[in-house]
């Protein structure tokens, strides 16, 4: 009965391994958003030579743990006019939609563990570049219906002006990403990298890429492009109303959302899992160095990401608009153009 | 390939329940929800019968795109967001009549079909490297003007869109929101300046104000 | 590989009861542990320190919708695009081009017919 039950599966692979994966996954993640807000106070602080947090733990290494605490028991403060329905269900969609996102990132290369094909990802499917579109592009329900929901001038303002923008360069994005389908062939995240081995696509595509990473930028609402929380005009945007787990759950989908279009960017355009310094990948033990490789491009797109943040102002808002639709998408749309001649020309020669 | 029955029914319990929620649920922003959920289960169903691409499609157009559309259209008719009315219309009936005529139309082509619906079978090609690049081939290949054409048909929408939307047709409309979006700026302008000053003053002083908002 | 899809099923199932089941818990023991002062303050919409004046439900510009409408017709331009970018390789390249081409020609026709017509403009 039991080893009945261990060996059912839904398709390829075992559901126990897929739900240990999705609990490593899942951990991975919310440990990640949570270092990641402290990384980015430290950043942000060095940058204006100041210390950061340093109370909590040596160099401030528990405040995410404490921040936590305070965020889960905080009274949850709440507008008498709200729509009680989309006001839970909207930040609980940001969350959602950030970590299911990451279920078909490939961390490192399928590895052979006696005979079974350890993926390093939740989900091996072939449309995984689309599906990662898909997914991401449901965070501007979640940022729209939050800020309806709230009743409040700001949040709806903050939250039109965000849905707009993410709608804007959600178009960009994919267009950007298109020479990358083209010269990896495939849709299948694991088969993009690779498509890698000979040369990262971020020397083939360097426009794809820089486009990538501005699209990006501005999908997860960072500055330049944090125009819908803009503090001076809108006071907090969409999420002003929102406090307690609420408030931690946008803050959640943020960081994970971070996470996720960096481990794209490296996925897509760094070469994903392989290594600088060349190592043989057969078994687990190569498999979690991989794991590493990924990881390490993928930290030095977040203290871009940061560094940017805590560097450059914020773009008034038809500037950010007349860039996503007047220079990303021509560029985008120039860049298919080239990569496509130049495919058929190596071809012809 | 054959479709998981209990799968299917899930999704089809789910499709069919979100579908009546749209029309039933009396607050327009939440029918825009249920019906993003109607969508992304269709998408699900689609993924059920092996069409890969089709369901991404589904997701990012239908449950990712449209709605923004209806959303947006919402927010342009003034106060009809919050108005939590009858959702019934007075031509019910009409409606029930049309949605059993195709409900029989469906049930008809069902009939005189004898299964020749599913008689060929799933090429294993298809289920191992998905559909997309089969369809890229058929629409660059044997379809290739139909391709061009959509892209035509594209463009004439998107012309129908601008001139549909464009200014002077709603021409009342907007001066009003202009005056109001000038006023707020004007009052957001003058909070900054006052900001500003207050900062200024306070640099002077020698107080440091570092920003703290994360 | 579609059944793949199976496991984001799963991995939705673990994404969704494992938060939910922390924040039923905290929700719980905040119950529990908090002092419990409702004040009609608390209520109060944050409108920078004034008393709220009307819904925030009001109409909104047209520009947005003008938007939504554009991001829709490029996002299904988008969908056309990517079997054409998996196919192209096994494709005869100049004929190949040539559709692709055409087919961006006539896109960027509409958006420089938007772009003229001032739809992109924000006002």
Redo the contacts between chains.
């Keep these: 009965m039991i080893a009945d039950l261990a060996h059912f599966s839904i398709g390829p692979d075992y559901w126990w391994v897929v739900l240990i994966k999705g609990v490593i996954v899942l951990g991975f993640l919310a440990t990640a958003a949570a270092y990641l807000t402290l990384a980015e106070r430290k950043v942000s602080a060095h940058i204006q030579l100041r210390i950061g947090p340093n109370r909590v733990g040596p160099f401030g290494l528990l405040q995410p743990a404490a921040d936590a605490v305070k965020l889960l028991f905080k009274e949850n403060t709440a507008p008498a006019g709200r729509d009680k329905l989309l006001f839970w269900l909207a930040p609980a969609l940001m969350a959602g939609a950030a970590i299911l996102a990451y279920a078909v990132i490939p961390l490192s290369g399928t590895t052979n563990v006696n005979g079974y094909a350890l993926h390093w990802n939740m989900a091996h499917v072939n449309v995984a570049l689309l599906y990662v579109l898909a997914i991401t592009a449901l965070g501007v329900y979640a940022i729209f219906l939050g800020g309806w929901a709230a009743n409040n001038k700001y949040s709806l303002l903050g939250a039109l002006r965000s849905s707009a923008q993410l709608i804007s360069y959600e178009m960009a994005v994919a267009f950007a990403l298109i020479g990358v389908v083209i010269l990896a062939h495939s849709l299948d995240l694991e088969e993009i990298v690779n498509a890698q081995q000979h040369a990262w696509f971020i020397v083939m595509q360097p426009l794809a890429g820089l486009l990538y990473f501005v699209g990006a930028l501005a999908e997860t609402n960072r500055l330049p492009f944090d125009l819908p929380e803009a503090e001076t005009e809108l006071i907090a945007g969409y999420h002003t109303e929102y406090s307690s787990m609420r408030f931690g759950f946008y803050f959640l989908g943020e960081y994970v959302n971070m996470v996720t279009v960096c481990s794209l960017a490296t996925a897509l355009f760094l070469g994903g899992w392989l290594p600088l310094i060349p190592w043989i990948h057969s078994d687990w033990l190569g498999g979690l160095v991989g794991v590493m490789w990924f990881l390490g491009k993928a930290s030095i797109l977040l203290f871009l990401m940061m560094w940017i943040r805590w560097t450059l102002p914020r773009l008034r808002y038809d500037r950010l608009m007349n860039l996503g639709w007047k220079v990303l998408l021509p560029l985008g749309l120039l860049n298919i153009v080239i990569t496509g001649s130049v495919v058929a020309a190596r071809a012809a020669s | 390939m054959t479709v998981n029955p209990v799968?299917f029914y899930v999704i089809a319990v789910l499709v069919v329940a979100t579908a009546i929620a749209v029309v039933a649920v009396p607050?327009i922003?939440?029918a825009a929800?249920a019906l993003?959920a109607c969508f992304f289960m269709v998408a699900?169903l689609y993924?059920a019968i092996?069409a890969?691409?089709l369901?991404?499609?589904q997701?990012?157009?239908y449950?990712?795109?449209?709605?923004?559309?209806i959303?947006?259209?919402v927010?342009?008719?003034?106060?009809s967001?919050?108005r939590e009315g009858n959702s019934w219309v007075r031509w019910w009936p009409l409606a029930l009549l049309v949605t059993m005529g195709l409900g029989a139309v469906l049930l008809g082509v069902f009939a005189v079909s004898h299964d020749r619906w599913h008689r060929g079978t799933y090429p294993q090609r298809l289920?191992?490297?998905?559909t997309?690049?089969t369809?890229?081939?058929a629409?660059?290949?044997r379809y290739?003007l139909p391709?061009?054409v959509?892209?035509?048909l594209?463009?004439v929408?998107?012309?129908g869109?601008?001139?549909l939307?464009?200014?002077d047709e709603?021409e009342a409309?907007?001066e009003r929101?202009?005056e109001e979006?000038r006023q707020r700026e004007e009052r957001?302008r003058h909070r900054?300046e006052e900001?500003d000053r207050a900062r200024r003053a306070r640099l002077r002083d020698g107080v440091s104000t570092?920003?703290e908002?994360? | 590989m579609l059944s793949s899809f199976g496991n984001i099923a799963i991995f939705a199932g673990v994404a969704v009861g494992i938060p939910a089941g922390t924040l039923g818990l905290a929700l719980l023991l905040g119950r529990l542990l908090r002092v419990r002062r409702p004040h009609p303050a608390k209520d109060d919409t944050y409108e920078s320190g004034m008393s709220t004046r009307g819904p925030a439900w009001v109409q909104f510009n047209v520009q947005y919708y003008l938007y939504a409408l554009i991001f829709v017709l490029f996002d299904v331009e988008v969908l056309f695009v990517v079997p054409w970018a998996l196919a192209y390789r096994d494709l005869d390249k100049g004929y190949g081009f040539a559709e692709i081409a055409l087919f961006i020609a006539i896109l960027l026709a509409g958006l420089g017919y938007a772009w003229r017509r001032g739809a992109l403009e924000w006002e």
Excluded: C, K, Q, Y
């Design positions: 799968a607050n922003i939440h929800v993003i699900a993924l092996g890969d691409f369901a991404a499609t997701l990012l157009i449950a990712g795109a449209i709605p923004v559309l959303i947006f259209a927010m342009l008719t003034r106060g967001m919050r289920l191992d490297d998905g997309t690049r369809i890229g081939d629409l660059l290949n290739a391709f061009e959509a892209s035509a594209l463009l929408a998107l012309v869109a601008v001139l939307a464009r200014r709603s409309v907007l929101s202009e979006r957001v900054r900001r570092p920003d908002s994360t």
